[in-house]
Every structure is written in C-alpha cells, then in structure tokens.
C-alpha cells in the first residue's frame, strides 16, 4: 500500500503487519498449503499482534481502529499468506463483526472478548448447498420452543467451522416470510446435535479450513438470538456490504505479492545475455499489474474511508470487490507467465497465489453479483 494514503499510525501499523508476514507467514506458506490444516501457530502471531480484534472496541477487548486500518491488516496478512488472511477475515469481518455490531449489551460482554482477543475464533455460517448467491432461500430452519431455538438443516464452504467457538448461523423461522423470516444466532462449540465435516481438495487458500456444518434439532439458548427475529437478512446483507471491502483488500495483498515476485524474478532471471527485466515485452507486463494494483488498492481505501466517515459506501465496497477481485485473478496469472516455466510448478509462490486468487471472484459475493449492485445503482442515479 503506498504510503501517501495512509497517516502516520497507519503507516506503523502497516510496517508491523507486513514485517510480521515477511518473518512468519510467507516463510510457512508453502508448507500450510501442503498440509490443507488450520495453522494454529498463524493464529496465535495474529492474535498476539491484536489483529484478531482490529476494528473491535478496547471495551469489549479490541484493538480499536476502522475499516482502514482492517484493510490495511487484511492486505499485509493477505501478501504474506492468503490462508491466514481468509481465516482472519471470516473471524473478524464476518463472525464477530456480527455480534459486535448486532448483538445486545449482555452478547456483547459474554462473546465478544474472547473472540477479539483471539482466545477463540469465530465463524459465519450463511451459504447452504442449494444456494450460494441467493442467500434469502436458505433451508435451515429454526423453531423455538420453551424458550430455546432448535436448529435443523445444513451449510457449506464454512471457513473456521471445525475451530470456532462460536459460530453465526442464519436460519429461517417461516419460510413464507422469505427473507422476513430469517434470523441470526451464535451456536456455540460442542452444541448437542452440531456435526461438522471438513471439505477437503480445494484448489487454493488450503490452508484455511472449509466445512460442512450440519445441525439436528440443536439447541440454541434465547439469550444467543442476535438482534431481533426476523432481521438475520438484513443484518448479513450489512455485513457482506462492508465485509467486501476486506475481501478486496485481501485481493489487493494477492497482487500485491504476485507483483513483488515477479519483478525480483525478472531482474535475477537472464535471457540473451541480460535480465528479462530489460525486456520490453516483460516490462510491459510488469507495468500493467503495477497499476492493476494500484487502482485497486485505491478504491479500496476510498470505500474504507467513506465506511469509517459514515458516508454512503455500498457501490463503492461492490466496485472495490469486483475490480480487486479479477485484478488479482489477472496479475497473478501474469505473475506465472513472467516466470515462464518455472512459474507453473509449485516450487514458485507464484503458482499458490495463482490457484489462492481464483476463489475471490467467487466469495462473498461473485463478480456478477457485485455488477448487478453497481448496475442498480448507477441506473437508478442517472434515471432521476
């Protein structure tokens, strides 16, 4: 991230992060995508540097700060190892984000410590197998009796389910409300009648754990509703919205560090007596991710700051995802054509990042989704 948009603490924050990622995450990288395990030791380095509660108040343990400095967090994690980063974003922008911003005075003492602390990690359960983007017509039911809510039903490509200690799950009370039916609610770990699975074989980010989180007739306390009834849609569209933002920034640290190998690559490696870097073809290359990133790093700090000042930020936080998103999808594929062959074995970090980038497109909202919400909205401006 270029210096002249951050201050001077940003700028402290953003060297503490980046050193952190140099020493400890790039070097295990490898080794955690190899392993497709949860890296416990990643966690407890975020954890200790008081990234696991970034944007959370010191009142409830956090380590203060706003979407700024998330994205900031979020892109040095990210350029150092993008499992680490998506196992923060789903704790942070997704789980305990919801709690803390939706959930009562008495939730928020009991839960939100020991998540932003790193004590435990959060996960955020919304997709199900028979809907990914249409996140309204999910199955998972949730009827309340005596008090206590029972959930039934199931969800996939849950990121952190099989180490959370809490997870946010959304669960329809009537299905013919739609999406008025819908609520939110914290399941705790070892809940009676919670099974999770883990989904093994993904393509990238191997290292961050994906799972199928089932539930049968398990129980919820009434004290773990989040918010209202009836209002779990709204709250997750609201935490997608500014969870876009960090997910673009993670895709800001994949081009970022696709980027930094490729021109290290390009001025070792010689062809023709001289260093492909002197190549016009290569130079050009070079060039055209240079700015890829730099426009995307760009609107993304736009959409943060407009975020932190509570300005409007939704078609901001959509435009920052789809840009970063098929930007790093695109540098990183030009990352292995500069390093040629070598870029196509998994020896080169180049090709990690390569098969990390493709899901971005994908998560939190597809490139066609995020086109949909800025199409609405510059249709709707231009037709008054």
């Given at each position: 991230?270029?210096?002249?948009?951050?201050?001077?603490?940003?700028?402290?924050?953003?060297?503490?992060?980046?050193?952190?990622?140099d020493r400890e995450l790039a070097p295990r990288a490898q080794e955690v995508d190899e392993k497709e395990e949860?890296?416990?030791?990643n966690w407890e380095g975020l954890s200790q540097?008081?990234?696991?509660?970034?944007?959370?108040?010191?009142?409830?343990?956090?380590s203060g700060g706003g979407y700024r400095q998330t994205v900031i967090a979020a892109s040095e994690t990210a350029r150092g190892d993008v499992s680490a980063s998506t196992t923060l974003i789903a704790h942070l922008s997704l789980g305990t984000s919801t709690i803390y911003r939706f959930g009562n005075e008495e939730q928020k003492q009991r839960l939100v410590p020991q998540l932003a602390s790193g004590k435990g990690v959060a996960a955020w359960a919304l997709t199900e197998p028979g809907g990914g983007s249409d996140a309204a017509a999910l199955q998972t039911t949730a009827t309340e009796k005596d008090g206590t809510y029972f959930l039934n039903g199931s969800k996939v490509f849950i990121t952190n389910a099989e180490v959370a200690e809490s997870i946010v799950v959304f669960a329809t009370m009537d299905r013919s409300k739609g999406n008025k039916g819908i609520s939110a609610f914290v399941v705790p770990k070892?809940?009676?009648?919670?099974?999770?699975?883990?989904?093994?074989?993904?393509?990238?980010?191997?290292?961050?754990?994906?799972?199928?989180v089932i539930f049968e007739n398990t129980?919820?306390?009434?004290?773990?509703?989040?918010?209202?009834?009836?209002?779990?849609?709204?709250?997750?569209?609201?935490?997608l919205d500014t969870s876009r933002i960090v997910v673009a920034a993670q895709c800001v640290g994949i081009g970022q560090a696709a980027l930094e190998h490729s021109i290290r690559y390009a001025q070792q490696r010689e062809t023709f007596g001289k260093p492909i870097a002197n190549h016009q073809a290569i130079q050009f290359m070079i060039a055209d991710m240079a700015t890829q990133v730099h426009a995307s790093r760009?609107?993304?700090?736009?959409?943060?700051t407009l975020k932190d000042e509570n300005m409007p930020f939704h078609t901001e936080a959509s435009m920052?995802?789809?840009?970063?998103?098929?930007?790093?999808?695109?540098?990183?594929?030009?990352?292995?054509?500069?390093?040629?062959?070598?870029?196509?074995?998994?020896?080169?970090?180049?090709?990690?990042?390569?098969?990390?980038?493709?899901?971005?497109?994908?998560?939190?909202?597809?490139?066609?989704?995020?086109?949909?919400?800025?199409a609405r909205h510059v249709l709707n401006e231009y037709s008054n």
């Amino acid at each position: 991230m270029t210096t002249q948009m951050l201050n001077e603490e940003e700028r402290m924050l953003q060297r503490l992060v980046r050193d952190f990622a140099d020493r400890e995450l790039a070097p295990r990288a490898q080794e955690v995508d190899e392993k497709e395990e949860f890296s416990w030791e990643n966690w407890e380095g975020l954890s200790q540097l008081g990234l696991t509660g970034i944007g959370i108040d010191s009142k409830y343990g956090g380590s203060g700060g706003g979407y700024r400095q998330t994205v900031i967090a979020a892109s040095e994690t990210a350029r150092g190892d993008v499992s680490a980063s998506t196992t923060l974003i789903a704790h942070l922008s997704l789980g305990t984000s919801t709690i803390y911003r939706f959930g009562n005075e008495e939730q928020k003492q009991r839960l939100v410590p020991q998540l932003a602390s790193g004590k435990g990690v959060a996960a955020w359960a919304l997709t199900e197998p028979g809907g990914g983007s249409d996140a309204a017509a999910l199955q998972t039911t949730a009827t309340e009796k005596d008090g206590t809510y029972f959930l039934n039903g199931s969800k996939v490509f849950i990121t952190n389910a099989e180490v959370a200690e809490s997870i946010v799950v959304f669960a329809t009370m009537d299905r013919s409300k739609g999406n008025k039916g819908i609520s939110a609610f914290v399941v705790p770990k070892g809940s009676p009648g919670l099974q999770i699975n883990p989904q093994k074989g993904k393509m990238g980010i191997r290292g961050s754990g994906t799972n199928e989180v089932i539930f049968e007739n398990t129980p919820v306390p009434a004290n773990n509703l989040i918010g209202e009834e009836g209002q779990g849609f709204k709250y997750a569209m609201d935490i997608l919205d500014t969870s876009r933002i960090v997910v673009a920034a993670q895709c800001v640290g994949i081009g970022q560090a696709a980027l930094e190998h490729s021109i290290r690559y390009a001025q070792q490696r010689e062809t023709f007596g001289k260093p492909i870097a002197n190549h016009q073809a290569i130079q050009f290359m070079i060039a055209d991710m240079a700015t890829q990133v730099h426009a995307s790093r760009s609107i993304t700090m736009e959409a943060a700051t407009l975020k932190d000042e509570n300005m409007p930020f939704h078609t901001e936080a959509s435009m920052a995802k789809l840009l970063a998103s098929e930007m790093c999808v695109n540098v990183s594929s030009q990352a292995i054509q500069v390093h040629g062959g070598y870029g196509y074995f998994k020896e080169a970090p180049v090709e990690r990042l390569f098969r990390d980038a493709r899901v971005t497109t994908i998560y939190e909202g597809t490139s066609e989704v995020q086109r949909l919400v800025i199409a609405r909205h510059v249709l709707n401006e231009y037709s008054n």
